[in-house]
Nanobody, 122 residues
Framework: QVQLVESGGGSVQAGGSLRLSCVASRYTYTMAWFRQAPGKEREGVAAIATGGSPNYADSVKGRFTISKDSAKNTLYLRMNSLKPEDTAMYYC???????????????????WGQGTQVTVSS
């Protein structure tokens, strides 16, 4: 079992930036960020597998950057040019899928953090 602790959420105005962090208790092959807005299904935002290329949802490409510090077992999500539609609870996920997957099912047997809230006002 991997323990995941997210931080870095908050409230910002549209156009602002935030950096989310997720500290894992140990190494996992693939880590990802998901988000869930009120009344909507959880969706994959960005993912990165060990030695792989990052994968982004179309809605965040060019604005969000995922990175991983393997020495610290820490995952980051840099979010720039935030929009009100980015408002959601953001979750960190860790698993063993062999590629940078954005599919929740690929992390079904993995581990999830408790979430950190991001609120973007117009």
């Amino acid at each position: 079992q991997v323990q995941l602790v997210e931080s870095g959420g908050g409230s910002v105005q549209a156009g602002g930036s935030l950096r989310l962090s997720c500290v894992a208790s140990r190494y996992t092959y693939t880590m990802a960020w998901f988000r869930q807005a009120p009344g909507k299904e959880r969706e994959g935002v960005a993912a990165i597998a060990t030695g792989g290329s990052p994968n982004y949802a179309d809605s965040v490409k060019g604005r969000f950057t995922i990175s991983k510090d393997s020495a610290k077992n820490t995952l980051y999500l840099r979010m720039n040019s935030l929009k009100p539609e980015d408002t959601a609870m953001y979750y960190c996920a860790a698993g063993w899928v062999g590629h940078s997957s954005l599919l929740e099912d690929d992390f079904r047997t993995g581990n999830w953090g408790q979430g950190t809230q991001v609120t973007v006002s117009s």
